[in-house]
């Protein structure tokens, strides 16, 4: 170390690019310690929310592989939307809004929507706990959840995949415009 300093006291022109060169090192440093933890927790919010995308996509699979196998009862059916409310409830704690991308497609419209089809999912198990009260549901109204569960997994899997999403045609509805 001793000859590099004695180098640049022989070569006094050069010190001032040597001083030059070590604040640059020291402003590249202070940038990463700086910006580093920023771009890690970008990071993590992204693998949070794409673990939380993931989590609704399989309460939904979950339940629709596994209601025709019985006929549901109201306490079953409110343990589902127990489980349902459990992963509402993480979606909502999320902070989507720290997110980098808000876009039509990004990870934040996706767990917008996600939380919009668990919370669909969630009312109509209460519901339907709630009209099956003290009896076993009927092979119609297990076969109605079960339609209801595949139309809102198709929607999400679509949504994921990044397929084109239609909006629902009414019956009945008239072109208004």
Avoid at 3 to 28: C, I, N, P, R, T
Avoid at 121 to 126: G, N, P, R, V, Y
Wanted: a negative charge; proline letters at 3%.
């Amino acid at each position: 170390m001793s000859d590099f300093v004695s180098w640049l006291e022989a070569h006094d022109k050069l010190a001032g690019w040597a001083q030059f060169a070590g604040a640059m090192l020291a402003l590249a440093l202070t940038y990463l310690t700086a910006f580093v933890p920023i771009w890690h927790r970008k990071r993590q919010l992204g693998n949070a929310a794409l673990r939380l995308l993931a989590n609704g996509y399989e309460v939904l699979e979950s339940y629709h592989r596994t209601t025709p196998k019985f006929l549901p009862e109201s306490l079953t059916l409110r343990g589902a939307a127990l489980a349902v409310g459990g992963v509402i409830d993480e979606i909502n704690r999320f902070p989507i809004y720290e997110l980098d991308d808000q876009g039509s497609r990004s990870a934040a419209r996706h767990l917008i929507a996600m939380s919009g089809n668990l919370t669909a999912t969630k009312l109509i198990f209460e519901h339907t706990a709630a009209d099956i009260e003290g009896r076993q549901a009927t092979e119609e109204e297990r076969d109605m959840l079960v339609d209801f569960l595949a139309e809102r997994l198709e929607f999400v899997r679509k949504m994921l995949t990044g397929e084109e999403l239609k909006r629902p045609e009414w019956p009945g509805s008239i072109d208004r415009m």
